[in-house]
């Protein structure tokens, strides 16, 4: 969803997050919609694109970054989770998630505990959730 893409640039500039990759079939950091739930955080932050996961997880190992995958269940609890190093935070879209292969790939997986009966959360809520978690560890 553009409006929850936007949601996520803007939680990412708002945690002083360095960057945003948006990945394959994503929708477009610039769309309109996209932009308006930004609020200007898609003019500010860095912004890439790329076809797919294992590229952006590979650029992101180069540049020494440790690859943290969201999972809905049986992850690390997010807050014992050490984000001190340079993180690329993975999030799947809402219903598919992560591709299995994603989560394979990463060198860690969290998960944001909930009570029940709820079972999984809006993905730019997620993404606040986890990025304000890696902004209080580095502060």
Known sequence: DPGNLGAMIRVAEGAGATGFVAVGQSADPFGWKALRGSMGSALRLPI????????????ARAHGCRIVATVPRGGTPFYEADFRQPTALLIGGEGPGLTKGAIEDADERVTIPMAAPVESMNAAVAAAVIAFEVRHQRS
């Open 48 to 59: 890439a694109s790329h076809e797919t996961l294992k590229e952006t997880v590979r650029e």
